[in-house]
């Protein structure tokens, strides 16, 4: 016997004006509190997911089902289409239909059944449900560690392209998946409502339960986050506007990508200068090598200048390219006049036709005293 409180209605409900009225189940946790929508049509109506399945959906908006209803799930986890069994008709994607047929999205209602692990997980993405599913129970004799989901057979599949006409309003289904392998949106053009299921929602969104894909709610919120919305009446929480829209998929897909991050290029002889002095001697990106300036050592102009070379070839290898793969040189000196000539004899040791792109510029001086040149190139990423 459950100890929680008989509900007196199961089911609140608001009317959002155009036609729309929002239903959902304020006695049952933000995890599995699933936003219902009933939409008016000229010819027909529809009613978007039917919730948990634990009180009478069929009963309780009796009221608003006096036309011919189209039932369209957005998916088919318990929350959506837990009280699709009720209705003889629902559309749903492909890759959920055996899912609602197998009622295999069930998930106790009875927090008992779950282990510390599990609560400290739905806790680590948002959800503490440590304090139960349910604050209330729909009708006595109701036992939520007995309950289970029903199944119900889809009777209309729909998918990408598909609309769904209520003869003056038409919605066109986008296939979103990510959360779930069929999840889908309905999109009217006309007056930019997106009704988005749980692709997205103001709150914890999920995307790592069985049959979530990451690269697929990726790209689905790409998609989500170009589209025209006025107003997105989502599968969990309020709706929202599209400036909430893009900031909502924003922070999703800052979320899962990569950190900025760089390249870097430090040959392990270099490690003590790139830890003390705080630059990489090369960076790798957009498959190029940018070097940082190079300058030798010797007591000779000549040999000064053929120490940096080397050190660039070196820096060059660590990457598997070498002097061939430079596509850009700028050479600084100091008292041009009299170290141009040995510096092109120098660099003829090294580099040989065809010749990269080359800038020579006179300087008064270098970071390191008594320097004479300073050798930055360009190279290429060996493919
Ligand atoms: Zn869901």
Redesign the pocket.
Known sequence: MSALPIAGHWFERKALGDGITLLWEPHVHPLLR?NIWHVAGRDSDLLIDTGLGVGSLAEAAADLFGKPLTVVL??C?M??AGGAHEFGVCCVHDAEAQALAEAS?HLPLDIAAYSADDLAWFSGVGYDISGGLLTAIPHAGFDPGTHVMQAAQASRLIGEGDVVDLGDRKFEVLHLPG??PG?IALWEVASGTLFS??AIYDGAL?DQ?PGSDIPAYIRSMERLRALPARIVHA?HDPSFGRSRLVELADAYLNSRSDPMTIDVIVPEAMRKAYDAFHYAPAVREAGLIFCSGVIGQGDSAEDEFRDAWEKIGLILAETGANYTDIVDTTIYMVDLAANAAVMAKVKDEFIHAPFPASTWIGVSGFVRPGARAEVKVTARVKS
Request: proline letters at 0%.
């Open positions: 699933c957005t998916h986890h929350d959506h999205n959360h779930s999840s299921g749980d999920l339960i599968g």
